[in-house]
């Protein structure tokens, strides 16, 4: 199972990201963009995803995506529940969230310097 700790140990690693803690909730940023949250209890978190994706996302896998919560419709946001991933899908959708709101060229780099996400 994967916990608020695993994706800690990953997204401070990456390039511009920091933690943040906003109304009793962990929050993941690049400069003021939020790419990752966490709920109260720390078992969902939601991530920064495409708008025109996330329904087949969700329909997808149901009982591991959610949509997001009705005042997060108009961003480019999804949620999983950290119990229903595994290792390797919580670094891809972690990477995949923070590319999304980093400079390309940034992204880039850290990209070719530490290889595909299964390597970390």
Same mark, same amino acid.
């Given at each position: 199972m !994967?916990? #608020?700790e695993d !994706?800690?140990?990953l997204a401070l690693r990456l390039p511009?990201?920091?933690e943040a803690l906003v109304r009793d909730r962990v929050k993941f940023r690049v400069g003021r963009i939020v790419y990752l949250a966490f709920s109260r209890d720390e078992a969902v978190m939601g991530f920064a995803f495409p708008k025109d994706e996330r329904v087949a996302l969700v329909? &997808?896998?149901p009982t591991k995506f959610l949509m997001p919560c009705? &005042?997060?419709l108009r961003y480019n946001w999804v949620r999983v529940r950290l119990d229903? #991933?595994?290792q390797p899908e919580m670094r891809e959708l972690v990477i995949?969230?923070?590319t999304m709101v !980093?400079?390309? &060229?940034v992204a880039a780099a850290f990209l070719m310097s530490r290889g595909p996400p299964e390597s970390d």
């Open positions: !994967v916990t #608020i !994706v800690r140990l511009r990201s920091y329909e &997808s896998a009705q &005042s997060d229903a #991933i595994d995949d969230a923070w !980093v400079p390309k &060229s």
